[in-house]
């Protein structure tokens, strides 16, 4: 059934006619005959407003005597046509809205971010459907060509680049608002339940690396340091792997963490200035902690040089330690899967079972007190406390 929008008499009415979206114009304009203007647009919420839009313009011009009876004036402008250098140009395309958005965006991206979006770029770049009037043909497209979860991501960065978009004048609605929030959750986002190790399981970790032997040239005893050090910081792995000499005081009592460095697709390491939260902020270290600085730092300090290099001098490669160290010892010892990230599940389910207000772990930790709450702090360790 068509939608149509009553017009008063020497209005111009909107309506729908197989699903695209026209405008009637009034009769005494052509000596009664009735007019219509294609807009070539779906009949959607967003498209309707619009038309709307376009019907007040025709009805103003009308008014004032500016009305153009050729209907060019009013008619989508899908090809070039010149425009003043002043004046924004409407984007046409999703390909054209997304390399504007990119360039205007890239300079305040993180690398692992550019990484990602150059994957979500392919998607865009390759879909059959390009115009913004066509948001449900492309979400379709999007389903059909990536997984689920890849076009998730790719509408909610068009639907970024949308609203983006409308502030500069470039386009004129967002087809993708909402639309991502319609598809299944991502699977860290079901899967993402805190996994914070017991005391004792803790202590037979670190012990564990420091006791590794070589097996065929191999072995982990090396990283025994490192893993200490984030069971006793909560750090990110990142933050831990990237911190040099230069941010710890001379008596190693207190670390600044201002960066970090990350892996990009193509397994080089970056740094990257700021928290993942952009933020700096200063550890104090407790007596354990202090120690094992101390006991690691080198007579002769180079102050840019890592406090925790791979055994080849390099920085650590966290896929490859993961994938080899970790996996090798901590799973088998624990019985089931885990990651270095469970190191900072445990500091923080461990300080907030101690007693330590949350809100002063999360600054520890560069998170907020609801992150905290919903992402680290594992319930079974609070189980096992008693009450005072």
Known sequence: MNKTQKASKGTVGVESFQDRLRLRLPRQLYEGTQKYLTLNLADTPENRQL??????????????????????????????????????????????LWDKYIEYKRQSLKPRTIDKLAILEKHIKRCHYQNLDEGIKIRLALLQQTTTSQAKDVLMYLSAACKWGIKLGLVRFNPFAGMYNELPKHKWQDDSKPNAFSEEEKHKIIQAFKNHKPSKGIGYSHYAPFVEFLFLTGCRPSEAIGLQWKHLTDDCSRITFDSALVQVGNGERVRVNGSKNNKKRVFNCNERLQKLLLNIKPENLDFEALIF??????????????RRAWDKIVDPLVGRKTTPYSCRDTFISEQIAKGVPTAVVAKWCDNSVE??????????????LKPL
């Open 309 to 322: 290099p791979s055994p080849e001098g390099l920085s650590i490669h966290y896929r490859n330690f993961s």
């Open 51 to 96: 038309a709307e839009q376009k019907a007040h313009q025709i009805d103003l011009d009308i008014k004032s005597g500016e009305f153009d009876e050729t209907l060019a004036k009013y008619k989508p402008q899908r090809h070039l046509s010149i425009v003043n250098a002043d004046e924004p140009q409407i984007v046409l395309t999703i390909s054209e």
């Open 371 to 384: 992150i905290i709450e919903q992402k680290y702090l594992d319930s079974q360790v609070l189980e096992q």
